[in-house]
């Protein structure tokens, strides 16, 4: 994964100095906002290349969970910095279209081809590790580059034909209109793990009721799933069983651990047992019943 970053870091930085070059030259600011959104995607794999780093470093006492949420963190602000070149770039596009500057296409068509190849090969790599979403937001990066330059490719032929100048800026407005789709998912789903709320895909209702199918569980409530990471996923809950021996519940909690893992992919678990109706108030329970005739059980699984 980091070698696939290294070699996307070195491509991009060339083409960004490149395609810089060539807008200023041409006076095409689609060239330039391709270069803008390619120094972004440089940003975007220095994050992800960092974060990659820190995710592979173990716990400590310190962080419990270790750096798990670096890369997530890193998605989150490659995303904040798309939203705001594809502003800048929208902004600059509309005063360019009340304003059309002569652009020259023929460069344009030869730089953006050059770029097609790039990033089109980079996001090939890219898509075999992109099961993180920390990689996954780098890809979105380069496979928005990949159609957006494709993109310029038909502005300057477009222009080369009928000598539309206006091309060049609207071109501008549709590439930033595909950044900011192109990132929104990231934002929100990043936000998401940021926030500890409920993972994308696994639903709280579903859970509790495959658990309460479970022989012997007769209750789940004040149940909680969160991410520790993009693909890691952790759940705590309090389960409602019988009055019965610590023998016989380990049985229960073994069969619960295999249902969490097996469909629903969840491994990091805190299960608390108990026998009597309670109230959570706070995330702490009361006991309805007088504290002398009962017991809670508690069972943590990991």
Sequence with gaps: MQRVLRLSLIATIGYVVLTLL??????????????????????????????????????????????????????FLNALTLIGIAVWIAWDAAGRLSRPQVVEPRMMVYVAAAGVA????????????????????????????????????????????????????????????????????????????????????????????????IDGVEDVHDLHVWSLGSHTHALATHVTIADIPPSESNRILDRINEVLREQFRIHHTTLQFEHVVCETAHGCLIAVEDAHDHAHGHSHAH
Excluded: C
């Design 22 to 75: 060539a807008g200023l030259h041409a006076h095409s600011l689609a060239l330039i906002s391709e270069a803008g959104h390619n120094a972004s995607d440089a940003l975007a794999i220095v994050l992800s290349f960092v974060a990659v780093w820190f995710q592979a470093k173990p716990a400590t006492d310190q962080k419990t969970f270790g750096y798990q949420r670096a890369g997530v963190l890193a998605a």
């Design 118 to 213: 790039m990033n089109g090969a980079i996001a090939a790599m890219l898509w075999r590790v992109s099961h993180d979403v920390n990689i996954r937001s780098v890809f979105i990066h380069m496979l928005g580059d990949t159609l957006s330059t494709a993109a310029v490719i038909a502005g300057g032929a477009a222009i080369l034909i009928t000598g539309a100048a206006w091309v060049d800026p609207a071109l501008s407005l549709g590439i930033a209109a595909m950044i900011l789709w192109s990132s929104a998912s990231i934002v929100r789903e990043t936000l998401n793990i940021l926030l500890e709320g409920t993972p994308r895909g696994l639903s709280l209702a579903e859970i509790r009721e495959t658990l309460e199918k």
